[in-house]
């Protein structure tokens, strides 16, 4: 079994062994198992709350393979809407409700839900569309720094005040 230990920024130009093709839900899993069509094994023990994006990285811990992530499609609602305006409203209330959302400059993509269907239609006047597509949701406020790549990082250069 191969065990992909580093996240690296997307490189196009690279070599890899495979793709891992992940739902947005599996790019938020630190620890995971994942059987791959080809007979390869793969388990990803990446830091905690490591977020993958579509076109990162994989590095085994050998050093010797690389893998590239990307978004899987799969079930969601895509929204639009004849003004922008309404789209932005769009937004507004599925962000207060903290709905992984995907925005785009014409469209929102979120998880399947009857109950926002139901809003975005009824009440704020868009567009909903069912269907399978890659769902590549925004990385949000608090998790601006869960996506994490390998990097240097000394502690030499400053201190830590432990004092208080």
Do not use: W
């Not at 929204?79 to 409203?89: F, G, K, Y």
């Amino acid at each position: 079994m191969t065990v992909l230990t580093k996240c690296l920024a997307p490189n196009s130009l690279v070599s890899v062994v495979g793709t891992l093709l992940l739902t947005a839900d599996e790019r938020t899993r630190s620890r995971y198992r994942h059987d791959l069509s080809n007979d390869l094994t793969v388990y990803l023990q990446l830091p905690r709350g490591t977020v993958l994006r579509s076109g990162d990285l994989l590095r085994s811990d050998n050093g010797d393979e690389l893998f590239r992530i990307e978004a899987k499609p799969e079930p969601v609602l895509t929204v639009t809407a004849s003004t922008a305006l309404n789209l932005m409203l769009a937004v507004y209330h599925l962000a207060n409700r903290h709905v992984p959302l995907e925005v785009t400059e014409t469209y929102l993509r979120l998880a399947p839900d009857p109950v926002l269907k139901s809003l975005l239609i009824e009440q704020l006047q868009t567009q909903v569309t069912e269907e399978i597509a890659p769902f590549c949701p925004q990385a949000g406020a608090y998790q601006a720094h869960g996506h994490k790549h390998e990097h240097s990082h000394s502690h030499d250069s400053h201190r830590h005040d432990n004092s208080h």
